[in-house]
């Protein structure tokens, strides 16, 4: 997370100054609102320190690379383990094919058919994870279980399928978050940093977005429907057709990724423009009230008709454009946590909110110290993919990872068993 808020509102925001064409309109021409963005992310980030300090193990800080620790894990039954990665993967490759052909499917569906089965979708788009989920728990075994032959396949088979339909998604996001699993979770099991993921988690990230940009225009502006397999293949097949057209060369394709990359990977400008909203900062705060986060996750919208839809992104891009509280149904800017946070509580609602924020991170990363144990692998993983995507509003955030946590926990019971009580590795680690 330090990396990542280092990156997204230090280091890549530099570019603003060093070339200052590139300041958002609605921002100061000396950048005034970015450095005062910015005093604000440092401040968050020095209390998102202090809340993981809080709760940070103290007795048992580091993983173990010893190997002897790591044989004394004990190993998840695999029968059991394989029968679950079956049914989570088939559900999720289920759900997203009849979401496909309802035109529904992410950036390929259709927004107004979204919002006329917004009841279902609630529940479909976290059905179709699923696949990720499935992802996980091969990742695991394939990596834990390195001779055996099925589960290279079964990971070969769900990474190369998750891709797919990441692809065909049009989301970037949903594309790149495999590499994020695979680099994560054999970084933790093999008890070092698998760069070659990394690596290509970055050269995919620049190499696919003029490629993206090409498929969303398909889709979205010229009107060309993906609602099978097939045509979700020859969109692509066009889309790589003309960017061929466009005579780039690999050095263009490349140039074009990186300035399109940098530009999505800039969040400190997302947070300037929330300061410079003024009086249409209103617009954006959204109308869901924060004493409804306890239950608001968990009442399906059949039995609550009125339930508030959460739009934030929208209300923020009506806020910019000053369009009032309307805006044009799939449009969405980056809020940012920190960013919402100070739109919904001011500047003492950063520190705090980000404090908050860090000790809950902590304390999902003791569950995985100093052993990793499947079970508490495949709850951190999926936690840790959430977490990094910093571009949501706090609301959505803490409604996101309450139910989150909720459906993992019963996820875990059914694929991995009851615990067995305290590892052999914490016995020893406490006894040390």
Aim: charged share 15%.
């Amino acid at each position: 997370m330090t990396i990542l808020y280092f990156v997204q509102f230090g280091l890549v925001p530099l570019r603003n100054f060093i070339d200052p064409t590139q300041l958002d309109v609605i921002l100061s021409a000396n950048g005034e609102e970015l450095v005062q963005a910015l005093s604000y992310i440092i401040l968050g980030m020095m209390a998102f320190w202090a809340g993981c300090e809080l709760v940070r193990r103290k007795e048992v800080d580091r993983i173990s690379a010893r190997p002897a620790t790591q044989s004394v894990v004990p190993k998840s039954n695999q029968a059991g383990v394989l029968f679950a990665f079956g049914a989570l993967y088939a559900v999720g490759f289920i759900t997203k094919v009849y979401l496909l052909k309802n035109h529904l499917y992410e950036y390929v569906g259709s927004t107004d058919k979204y919002f006329e089965n917004l009841a279902s979708m609630q529940v479909l788009n976290y059905v179709q994870q699923f696949g990720t989920l499935a992802l996980i728990v091969a990742t695991i075994e394939r990596y834990r279980n390195r001779p055996d032959p099925l589960w290279r396949f079964l990971f070969v088979a769900a990474l190369a399928s998750e891709i797919f339909w990441g692809l065909i998604s049009g989301m970037k996001t949903v594309l790149l978050q495999n590499f994020v699993v695979v680099a994560l979770v054999s970084s933790f099991v093999m008890k070092r940093l698998n760069l070659r993921w990394l690596v290509g988690l970055f050269f995919a990230l620049v190499l696919v977005y003029p490629l993206s940009n090409a498929y969303r225009s398909l889709v979205r502006e010229e009107g060309v429907e993906v609602t099978s397999l097939e045509e979700a293949v020859s969109a692509a097949q066009m889309a790589y057709s003309r960017v061929q057209a466009g005579g780039s060369t690999t050095e263009d394709v490349w140039r074009q990724g990186l300035a399109s990359t940098l530009q999505r990977v800039d969040l400190l400008t997302c947070v300037a423009q929330v300061l410079a909203l003024g009086d249409r900062a209103s617009i954006a705060r959204g109308h869901v009230p924060w004493w409804m986060l306890p239950f608001y996750p968990f009442i399906p919208r059949f039995l609550w008709p009125s339930k508030p839809i959460l739009q934030q992104g929208g209300l923020f891009t009506a806020a910019l454009a000053g369009h009032g509280d309307s805006y044009s149904a799939g449009s969405s800017t980056a809020m940012t946590y920190p960013g919402d946070l100070y739109l919904q509580f001011g500047l003492l609602g950063v520190p705090i909110g980000m404090f908050v924020l860090g000790a809950f991170l902590q304390w999902v990363t003791n569950r995985v110290s100093p052993s990793v144990e499947p079970r508490d692998l495949f709850v951190y993983a999926d936690v840790f993919l959430f977490v990094t995507w910093i571009e949501c509003d706090a609301f959505f955030v803490w409604a996101s990872l309450i139910k989150m946590l909720v459906i993992l926990y019963a996820l875990r019971l059914l694929i991995y068993g009851r615990s067995k009580g305290i590892s052999l590795v914490r016995r020893s680690a406490r006894r040390g």
